[in-house]
């Protein structure tokens, strides 16, 4: 069932999943952790799920129902994400607020000022970073892009790097191991100016991953518990693979899905009753004609949206996928896949989506996409935010006023409201012919990478506190200089 303006509220929004549907899913979700169960692969993990009353038989744990509605009661509903820079919540992580950012480890990057496919490194980052933190419906940033020119044990803390220098936006991290999540943490709480400050307003939430099927590495779930330990938000994603990782049945996959995420949640909250956590997933489909994990598959996007019905019906935040494609290149392809999973994860109500500038199936990361999608998301919200209806916006007065063949463009009615009713693009082009023609004949792309230019070469981000500098490249030093003992 697919039904719009289903909430209260004005909007218009995208259900795919009836309650029923959802309890049933989330029902056999609990069902397979408690009759199949999980391997975490951790001794501390494995530990505390026995004491919270799992039946544990070696690795393998299985969770009773009780255990996960427990932790379903115990987490926040809410999650806040602030400014670095000033430490005022700028992200509520609450049901009807979507927000968009991109995603954080593509191998490779299409320099915009050659158009190559080059490798991921500091200074791809460093640039990516830059553009997210000018473009206005980018909310929050990841990496987009692996650091690959340093030592690759220590490759997480430059990444931060890179990213807290040129953004004061939330930043969503990822981090090797434990050791690199808690250097990332030690930053941080030098930048908030404490660990309490950090804690009541944190602006990194960790990304993390089990991996299908119902596998929690030990690195995952370390990470997880320490994220409970400090009181730090962290999101917990399987990225699944129908016909591949998981069944190939859509509901069977997100069953399956929706187990790995409930088993994380359940060793974070033991961990730390009341931690914040964040669901979701990248739930699509193995291409069997080519075995991509695809991103443009309709599959995808009719799953993020199910799922984003799930979490709307467990309240919790959740951690959506979008703006993304399997195309090789910024072409129509890229577009058609990149407009729909916008518009319909900002119809679905999912809180915290990335991916947004992936091209090549997650591979590469092109920043003419990224800002092209920041007009995407313009235009989704736009959409989402509906016609209000009331004695102003119809206008029945200035109707009268105007009366038979005569014109708006004067009424203060229309000075007071056309910017608000009406969304204008930045790239899309609107021109008469003739003077799209005079201002060169621009493609979309062109106009992409002319801002993408302009961001690079002209735009300055607000700086870190002072001292926060150097006291990140210490705590780099540090960890590099444990490489050689």
């Not at 995208?14 to 979700?29: I, K, M, P, T, W």
């Not at 997650?362 to 509906?386: F, H, P, Q, W």
Request: hydrophobic share 40%; net charge negative; charged share 25%.
């Amino acid at each position: 069932m697919i039904k719009g303006n289903y909430k209260m509220q004005e909007g218009n929004y995208l259900q795919v999943l009836s309650d029923d549907q959802c309890r049933r899913l989330v029902n056999a979700a609990m069902e397979v952790l408690e009759r199949t169960g999980v391997t975490y692969l951790d001794d501390e993990a494995v530990e505390k799920m026995k004491k919270a009353g799992c039946y544990v038989d070696g690795k393998r744990v299985r969770i009773p129902f009780r255990l996960v509605e427990w932790a379903l009661n115990s987490v926040p509903r809410k999650v806040s994400l602030s400014n670095s820079r000033t430490g005022k919540r700028v992200m509520e992580m609450e049901p009807g607020n979507a927000y968009f950012g991109t995603g954080s480890d593509t191998p490779n990057f299409i320099d915009p000022y050659t158009q190559e496919r080059i490798r991921t490194s500091r200074k791809t980052v460093n640039m990516a970073t830059k553009c997210i933190d000018a473009l206005p419906n980018m909310d929050f940033v990841m990496s987009l892009g692996i650091v690959q020119d340093v030592h690759q044990l220590v490759y997480d803390r430059y990444q931060f790097e890179a990213m807290i220098l040129n953004t004061s936006k939330p930043i969503v991290i990822t981090a090797i191991d434990e050791p690199g999540y808690s250097d990332i943490i030690k930053m941080c709480e030098y930048i908030a100016g404490s660990e309490e400050e950090l804690r009541r307003n944190p602006f990194l939430t960790l990304y993390a991953e089990p991996i299908s099927p119902l596998q929690h590495p030990g690195d995952s779930a370390r990470k997880l518990m320490l994220a409970a330990k400090k009181g730090l938000p962290v999101v917990y994603t399987p990225c699944i693979m129908a016909g591949g990782t998981v069944p190939a049945t859509l509901a069977g996959a997100m069953a399956n899905g929706l187990a790995e995420s409930l088993s994380g949640l359940v060793l974070n909250q033991v961990t730390s009753e009341g931690s914040p956590f964040i669901m979701g997933g990248v739930f699509t489909v193995m291409d069997m004609q080519t075995t991509i994990f695809s991103y443009g598959a309709p599959e995808f996007d009719l799953m993020m949206a199910a799922l984003a019905d799930v979490a709307n019906f467990l309240d919790l935040p959740m951690f959506g996928t979008c703006g993304c494609t399997d195309a090789k290149v910024v072409d129509e392809q890229a577009l058609i896949e990149g407009a729909l999973s916008i518009l319909m994860t900002a119809q679905s109500g999912a809180n915290l989506n990335h991916d947004v500038g992936y091209i090549e199936h997650g591979n590469t990361a092109s920043l003419e996409y990224l800002t092209i999608c920041d007009d995407l998301v313009g235009m989704a919200r736009k959409i989402v935010s509906g016609i209000e209806v009331n004695e102003d916006t119809l206008a029945l007065d200035v109707i009268d006023k105007v009366g038979p063949g005569g014109h708006f463009l004067a009424e203060e009615h229309t000075m007071e409201h056309f910017r608000k009713e009406t969304w204008y693009p930045r790239f899309f082009v609107r021109q008469i012919y003739e003077n799209w023609e005079a201002d060169g004949s621009k493609t979309l792309f062109d106009k992409a990478n002319e801002k993408v230019i302009d961001i690079l070469e002209n735009y300055e981000p607000e700086p870190l506190p002072k001292g926060a500098q150097q006291k990140i490249k210490e705590i780099i030093s540090e960890a590099e200089s444990k490489l050689n003992k």
